[in-house]
C-alpha cells in the first residue's frame, strides 16, 4: 500500500492541476445535484422491535384521523392571583385568547378548555390545545409569529400564559462559541505551521470534504430517506478528522524536505507513509460510525452511515488533494526562516548567522525531551495517568440514562413554564400520560373492564374512558401516572403495566395489550441503547483491534490503544456525571437543572471519540513503528515518534478540544452536554492516554511491545505502514535511473 500510495501523491503533485480541477468538479457536481433533489422527508424515528413502536404502528393503522402529523402546542392558562379560571371575567379573557388560537396562521382547530373540561381541581389553570396543518419542521416564521402574537395578547390581558409542543419554537441562541473554536483551530494551525498557507490547507481541505458529504447526503435525501438531522454527525466527525488528516500530510513533508528530499519525492514519501497512516485511521473511524448500525434504530443507522461516507470523503481528500495543494505551493508551506534555502537565492549576512546559531542548537524539541522524561520514570507517569483517570471516571458508575423533554429546558424558557405550570396544577404525571391499546373483538368493552382494573394499580393517578375506533377492534386508554416522566417510579409503572399485560388479556378478552406514550418511548429507547451498548463497543474495539494488529503487526499495541480508550472514555463520563447529574460546578458551566444524562450521549460519545483517539494512536505510533523496523532501539523508536508526531498529535488535539469546547458557551444543555463531553474526552485520550501512558507502557515493555507470534505474522499480510518496501523499491529504481525532480526549478 506505502508504494501505491507513493505514486498516488506524487502523480498528485506533478499533476495538481488536473487533480484539483476533479475536486472542484466533484464539489460542484454535488452540490448541484444537492440543489436540484426533491426536499429531504420530515425527521422520523422509529424502534423496530419494541413494544411502544409496535402499539405506534398499530395506532396508525387503527386510527388513521389520530395520527395525522400536523404539529400541535398546549397553551397553559392560569388566572391572575386571587382569581378563578372559571370566573366570568377569567372565562371572558380565555375565550379572547381561544379566538385568537383558532385564527392564528396554519391552525385547523384549538380546543375549548371548558368544554374539554380541561381546568385544574383548584380552578386556577387550564389548558387548549392548537392543531396546525403542517408538521413542525414545515412550519413557517408566519406560524410561530402569528402563535407568539395571541400568547402575548393574552398575557396583556392580565392572564399568565405559556405554551409547550413541538409548534412553539425553540429559541437556538448562539453563544459565539464556534466562532471562537474555528479561530483558535486557526491560531494553533498558524502556530504550528508558521505559514498562513501551511494553516489553511487543512481547514481548505476539511470544509471541502465535508461540502461533498453535505450536499451527498442532501442530494440522496428523498432516495434513501435522509432527513435534514441526518448530517449532524457527518458535519461534525467530518470536520474533525478532515483536518487532523492533511495536517499530518502536510507535517511530514515538512520533514521530508528537512532531510534534504526533493519536492515530488517528499509529497510522494508523505502520501505514502502518512497517507497509509491516514487510510487506516480512517478506516477505524468508519467501522466506529457504521457500528451504529448493531443498534437498531434507523436514525442513527443512518447518521453513522452517512458520517462513515463523509470520512471516506475526507481519506481521499487527504491522500489526493493535499499532495496536489502542496504542488502549488510546495516552499510556502515552510516556515518563513527555512524558505530561502530551498528556493536557491542566496542567504544574507544576518540570515547567515541566524541559521548558524539555528543549526548549532542541538537542545531536542519538547516532544523528545517529554519523552525521554517519561523513558525515565515510566512507573509514576503510568500510575499518575492511570489513578488519575480512574478517579474521574468514578461518577460514571452513578450514571442515569434520559431522554430530553420540556421538563429540562430552561427555567426562562415559555415551554419549561408550561411544563412546570402543568406540573404544579394538574399533577406531576400529566406531563407523561401513558396510552394502553387494546385489541379484540369487542375492544371497548375489554377496554372499560381493563380501565377499571388499572384505577386500582398503585402509581396511577387517574384513567380515562375507553376510546374505541369505528370498528371496535382497537380501543385507547390513557393513564396518567402519579409521578413525572423522567421519575423512576414511573418506569416502574410501566414494567408493571406491561407485566400485568397477558393476565388482563385473558381475563378481558383482548388479543394483545400494548404499553405505549412518550413516557414509554423514552423507556423503550433507554433500553435499547443500553442493550446496544456491549455489542457495540465489541464489534468496534474488536475489528478496530485485528486493523491495528494488522497495521503494527503486535499484540500489545492494539491491546493498550483499546483500553487506553475505554479509560479515556471512562473518566469523560464521569466528568460528564458529576457536572451536569450531580451538579458540580453548575453555575460554573450555567447548568440550570441537573438530570439524567442524555441516553444517546455514551453511544455518540463512544462514535466519535473512538475515530479521533485511533487517529492519534495510528499517527504517534506509526511513526515509532517505523523508526524500530529501521533499526531503533525501543527508547530511540518512541523519542523519535513524539519528536515527529507529538507537535502534530498535540495540534490536532488543542484544534478538536476548541471546537468542542466552543459548544459548552451554547445556552442549550443538551449541546453545551455534547460539547462537553467531546472535549473533555479528546482532552484526555490525547494528553493523558496517548502522550504519557502509551509511551510508559511502550517503556516498561521495551521490544515485547512488539512481539507478534511467527505462525500470526506469516498469516498477516503485510501493509508496509513503515515504508520499509518503499525504501527498497526506492533504492532499486535508483539503482537503475536516479530519479530527478522535473519540478526542482519551481519555487512555490
Known sequence: MTTFLYKLGCFAFRRRGLMTLLWVLAFVGVGFAASTAAPPPADTFSMPGTESQKAFDLLRDKFPAASAEGASARVVIRAPQGQKISGPEAKAKVDA???DLKKAPGVISATDPYQANALSKDDTTAYAVVTYKDAAPKLADEEHDGLDAALDKGRGSGLTVEAGGDAVKIEAAMGGGEQIGILISALVLLLTFGSLIAAGMPLLTALIG???????????????????TTSTLAMMIGLAVGIDYALFIISRYRSEIAEGRERTEAAGRAVGTAGSAVVFAGLTVIIALAGLSVI???????????????????????VTLVPALLGWAPIRVLRRRDRKQYTGKPLSAREERKAAKLAARTKPNLGSRWAGYVLRHPVAVLLVGVVGLGAIAVPAASLELGLPGEGTMAPETTQRKAYDMLSESFGPGFNGPLMITVSGKDAKAAATTLAADLAQQNGVESVSPASPNQANDTAIINVVPKTGPTDAKTE???HELRGLASGEAAKTGATEILVTGQTAMF??????????????????????FLLLILVFRSILVPLKAALGFLLSVSAALGAVVAIFQWGWLQSVFHVDQPGPIMSTMPIFMIGVVFGLAMDYEVFLVSRMREAYAHGATPGESVVTGFKYGGRVVSAAAIIMTSVFSGFILEDNVLVKMIGFALATAVLFDAFVVRMAIVPALFALLGKSAWWLPKWLDKLLPNVDVEGEKLNKHLSAAASHAPYQDREHEYVG
Open 523 to 544: 423507556i423503550d429507547f433507554s433500553k435499547t441503547l443500553d442493550d446496544a451498548m456491549l455489542p457495540y463497543l465489541a464489534l468496534v474495539v474488536g475489528l478496530a
Open 210 to 228: 465535508v461540502g461533498v458529504g453535505i450536499s451527498a447526503i442532501t442530494a440522496l435525501g428523498s432516495t434513501l430517506g435522509l432527513s435534514t
Open 296 to 318: 437498531n434504530i434507523p436514525m442513527l443507522t443512518k447518521m453513522g452511515l452517512s458520517a462513515a461516507g463523509t470520512v471516506a470523503i475526507a481519506v481521499l481528500l487527504a
Open 97 to 99: 385568547l381561544v379566538a
Open 492 to 494: 416502574d409503572l410501566v
